[in-house]
């Protein structure tokens, strides 16, 4: 059973930064791609930051290209959201998920979730 276990929120002012982790346990192969999502209270899970395992890949949300980086470590099966020059309106909770084979990776239809790690920006 995959297993993937987010770490690294926490509360920030604004310009400040974070790193994310994911730690992805209980895989028998390498998923086709892994993302970022985040949900802020009152409204819908968005998109953030995707990273394709097969070729390195990158790419990301409007509001956030320029200031997040999406990386990955596959000795340690753990992916990772660095967030530079954090803003107010990122605050949400930031969940990980991926997708195991050939598909969008930008779309809630992931086929594992973490239960999230909770960002707060304040101004």
């Known amino acids: 059973q995959v297993q993937l276990v987010e770490s690294g929120g926490g509360s920030v002012q604004a310009g400040g930064s974070l790193r994310l982790s994911c730690a992805a346990s209980g895989y028998t192969y390498s998923p086709y791609c892994m993302a970022w999502f985040r949900q802020a209270p009152g409204k819908e899970r968005q998109w953030v930051a995707t990273?394709?395992?097969?070729?390195?890949?990158?790419s990301y949300a409007d509001s956030v290209k320029g200031r997040f980086t999406i990386s990955q470590d596959n000795a340690k099966n753990a992916l990772y959201l660095q967030m530079n020059s954090l803003k107010p309106e990122d605050t949400a909770t930031y969940y990980c998920?991926?997708?195991?084979?050939?598909?969008?990776?930008?779309?809630?239809?992931?086929?594992?979730w973490g239960k999230g790690t909770l960002v707060t920006i304040s101004s």
């Open positions: 990273i394709y395992t097969g070729g390195r890949t990158t």
């Open positions: 998920a991926s997708r195991a084979t050939f598909g969008p990776c930008y779309t809630r239809a992931m086929d594992y």
